[in-house]
Nanobody, 124 residues
């Protein structure tokens, strides 16, 4: 069974940094588009960042542009989200996702596999 496992969440102060990781259980994810989404309490899940299978294309939500960086290491079947200059409004459960396609997608329906989520809390 395909699995995506996130790690790296936690509690951080305003202005701090965290790096999330998402490891995939199968080599085939080396050819898949990958994304990060987040969901705050009482809100819908929203797009954060996406990266194409070869890393050539990356998209970011306006709210994180210039602060977050998505990257991937296909040899490790892992995608990363470096989060800098964190704000209280970044507090959410962060989910990684993998698509059967190879592009960078910002829409939830394009993703076929999801991780269990990791909590990020930014305290002021």
């Amino acid at each position: 069974q395909v699995q995506l496992v996130e790690s790296g969440g936690g509690l951080v102060q305003v202005g701090g940094s965290l790096r999330l990781s998402c490891a995939a259980s199968e080599r085939t994810f080396g050819r898949s588009g990958r994304g990060w989404f987040r969901q705050a309490p009482g809100k819908e899940r929203e797009f954060v960042a996406a990266i194409s299978w070869n890393g050539d294309t990356r998209y970011y939500a306006d709210s994180v542009k210039g602060r977050f960086i998505i990257s991937r290491d296909n040899a490790k079947n892992t995608v990363y989200l470096q989060m800098n200059t964190l704000k209280p409004e970044d507090t959410a459960v962060y989910y990684c996702a993998a698509s059967q396609g190879g592009a960078a997608y910002s829409q939830i329906p394009n993703y076929n596999y999801w991780g269990q989520g990791t909590q990020v809390t930014v305290s002021s």
